[in-house]
């Protein structure tokens, strides 16, 4: 069903010392290669055609009564735990906001928009190439139960990009993203970089009312802070449940609604191993797959140090603490949510889920693999899987398999990625991208 259009401005309550108003580019051309449809339907705007999503997502025209500009958002952030309070909105800017069919506050925000006062040296531009791999990544992550932000809209641009890291010259492109919110924990850690208590205090106040549905009051910091530790805990987790290597975790890149965004180098892991990275220049391991929830945990304790500012010590560490033990609930649940089987709710789940990850690590079997074969509850017969497959005896099912498990699982390794780029690179065939899509939503309802 097609929600009701409710267009917003909320982020303008919190004044113009958060954001920079800022002017698009104007690009050659604006081919529409990319509509998410579904997306649209669960914020009122399904009704435009071509031209009405060219206008808004390529030369973004305003959204009647949601924001008369796009904002640029200010914010700090540790990237690669080196502060930086040099950066902010360096090519995309927030330009709508609006309410989606559960009632959220949502913007829409963009990816090679152009220049802004945060660009620095870059060119406020995305490759065609950057904006394919953000609408895989995130089809992909939705379709396996992690909260991420929907790639909208992909519009290519006629311009000739130089970048180091792709064969130049490449395809230029715009991205528009729907998400739950552009808050990251950078926003708060500017905010205690000027010692600005009273911009601290309206911003924990906007984030509580508008973001996570509460009412303001004397606990406020501290309420904020353990609703983002548990947020950031479930999204830890369901990133290993995914084997989803994001790439760059830094406090910037971290949403305080604890939804994944901002895609780069992504990939996802082709088996369960730890010291798996996906950015090329992470040399250190940083952000490895396996160091994930730590990475996570270490983003969330510098929110922790920026409500310092208003807030005392204790309550807020004893907030912060209680991430080991929310991770630990939340991936129980999501690979057993994968798995397909009934939670007991008991020490035999936790027991079961180890013994799951013992098994992977030591069969080297595919994740993806893993996963589909064993939906259900169906563990595969390699040894490796002995004890899990002791553990599981007495686990129900939540669904029953379709027809479509007997198929061959859905992955996105990168070989497939790299494989579907060059389909469009070379012959401009678009075909291979949309078919995956379609394939990777029946694995989303397969799933649901």
Known sequence: MTAPLQPQATILELGDAFYDPVAPATFPQTIL??????????????GWDDAEWIAHCGRFAPLPGSLPAPLAL???????????????DGRGFLYAQLRDDRGRLMDLGTKGSGTTPWSRFGDGRLTLKGGVREILATEMLEALGVETSRSFSLIETGEALTRNDEPSPTRGAVL??????????????????????????????YVLRHLHGEQPGDDAPVRLLDNVVARAARLAARYMAAGFVHGVLNSDNINVTGESFDYGPWRFAPHWDADFVAAYFDHAGLYAFGRQPEAIHWDVMQLAVSLRTIAAAEPLIAALDRFPERYQAEVTDAILWRLGVVPRGTGDDRALVQAIERGLRASQVGIDDFFHAGFGGILPPDDGFDEARAAITGYRPRKARAAWWDGAPCSMLIDEVESIWSAIDERDDWAPLHAKVAQVRTLGEALA
């Open 33 to 46: 290669r990319f509509r998410n449809d579904r997306a649209a339907a669960q914020v009122g705007l399904d």
């Open 74 to 88: 200010r914010y700090h952030g540790h990237q690669f735990r080196v502060y930086n309070p040099d950066i902010g």
């Open 176 to 205: 528009v993203r729907l998400s739950h919110g552009h808050i990251r924990i950078g926003t708060f850690q500017r905010l205690a970089y000027h010692r600005d208590e009273e911009a601290m205090r309206r911003l924990v106040d």
